[in-house]
Every structure is written in C-alpha cells, then in structure tokens.
C-alpha cells in the first residue's frame, strides 16, 4: 500500500529550538505539501515543492522553512520555535495531475505530526 | 481560483438514521471532487471521488456522494449513520491540475 510516513505522531519542544518535522513517500510523486491544521480554521497550506529542491510559498510561510533534497522526502523546518506554531501538521503528496493512475486518491496524506511548543 | 464551502461546521445525527453532509464548489472547468474523513489525531483518508460519468459515487465505508452540476455541488450521504462515522470530513476540488482546494471540515458526531 502507498505511504505517506512522518516521522513523529507527538512532539513536545521548547521556545526557541529549531524543530524538523519529516515526510517521506513511496509513490515516486512530484508533488509535497505541508499543512497546518488548527480547529475552525480548516487546512492551510505552508508550503509545497513541485521537484527536487524546489518550493513555493503556501497561504502561512512566515516561522517556517522547508528543505527538499530528495524526491521522497519534504523536511519543515520551525527556524525558531513559538508557542503559536503549537498545531498538528500534515504531509501530503501527489503527482503532477489529480486525478491520475499515480494519485488515484488526490493527495495522500501522513498521519500527521501533533507539535506542541512550550 | 477554485473554492469549496462546507455550509455546517457540525452535523449531528442519531445512530441509524440519514447522514447527509454538505458542499458547494467553484472551480473553471470540470471539477474532479473527492472527500476525505479525518478521525482524531489521524491523517486525512480517501472516501470517495467524481470524476467522470454517473452522478451518483459509492465510496468506502457505505458512503456515496452525489454529483449536482447545476447546483455546483457534491453533498456526502450514508442511509445509516454509525456512531463509528463520527469524524471530521473535508470536501475538496480540482480543475485537474496538482492544486486540490480544500473545504473547512464539517465535524460529524453520530450519537447512540
């Protein structure tokens, strides 16, 4: 089955550290996304990459970075930890056209990241 | 630029009875629809999707999803709610490109 992997389901840090939050997939997509979830707000895109060590700025940019050496991996990047940044993150990944025969469920999405900053 | 608008933040129904929840879309040209379920502290999971053809879409789980061309919109349906069915759902559309919009969540709670 296809995967979308984060790397951690809860992760507590402190003001001010630098925090990496990583996604791999296994489904060869072009595309990578970075969500934030907070409730009544929806999903809001941070940041998304179309190829190897490229992206673009989502709805949300500013307190994050994002880093794409690899085609399977989408690493976000909190330069300087806030309390505000307190969220669940989601990865997801695509390919080029949604729908198509390598993204038959749109985006495919990891099981999510609940960061707490203290 | 395509949109969704999921019209109720929370739908409550009891176990057994219709669970219908809705969404309304923009987007230029033909619209590939897909909704997605959330359960707590999870990913979003694949539902169901319009592509193409009949109006009417069976997905996982007993849902269905009709089609609506006229009113621009693609509302979530099970003729029998569980309480299992409880969970957040998201709408969502594409004009066929990489860029899926996405609804706000609707919160569904099914009550025994």
């Known amino acids: 089955d296809v995967k979308v992997t984060q790397s951690s389901r809860y992760l507590v840090k402190r003001t001010g550290e630098k925090v990496f939050l990583e996604c791999v997939q296994d489904?060869?997509?072009?595309?990578m996304f970075w969500y934030r979830q907070d409730p009544g707000l929806g999903l809001r895109l941070i940041y998304f990459s179309y190829d190897v060590k490229m992206k673009e700025k989502g709805d949300i940019p500013e307190g994050y970075s994002v880093s794409r050496e690899k085609k399977e991996r989408f690493s976000l990047i909190l330069e300087s930890a806030s309390t505000n940044q307190t969220s669940m993150y989601l990865c997801?990944?695509?390919?080029?056209?949604?729908?198509?025969?390598?993204?038959?469920?749109?985006?495919?999405f990891g099981s999510g990241t609940r960061l707490t900053v203290v | 630029a395509q949109s969704v608008a999921q019209p109720e933040d929370q739908v409550n129904v009891a176990e057994g009875n219709p669970l219908t929840v809705k969404c309304t879309y923009s987007v230029s040209g033909n619209p590939y629809l897909f909704w997605y379920v959330q359960y707590p502290n999870r990913g979003l999971q694949f539902l169901l999707k319009y592509i193409t053809g009949d109006n009417l879409v069976k997905g996982s789980y007993g849902f269905e999803a009709e089609f609506n061309k006229s009113q621009t919109s693609f509302h979530l349906k099970k003729p029998s709610a569980l309480v299992s069915d409880s969970a957040l759902y998201f709408c969502?559309?594409?004009?066929?490109?990489?860029?899926?919009?996405f609804g706000a969540g609707t919160t569904v709670t099914v009550r025994a």
């Open positions: 997801a990944s695509s390919s080029v056209a949604v729908p198509g025969d390598r993204a038959p469920y749109g985006y495919t």
């Open positions: 489904m060869d997509h072009e595309n």
């Open positions: 969502a559309v594409t004009p066929g490109d990489y860029k899926l919009s």
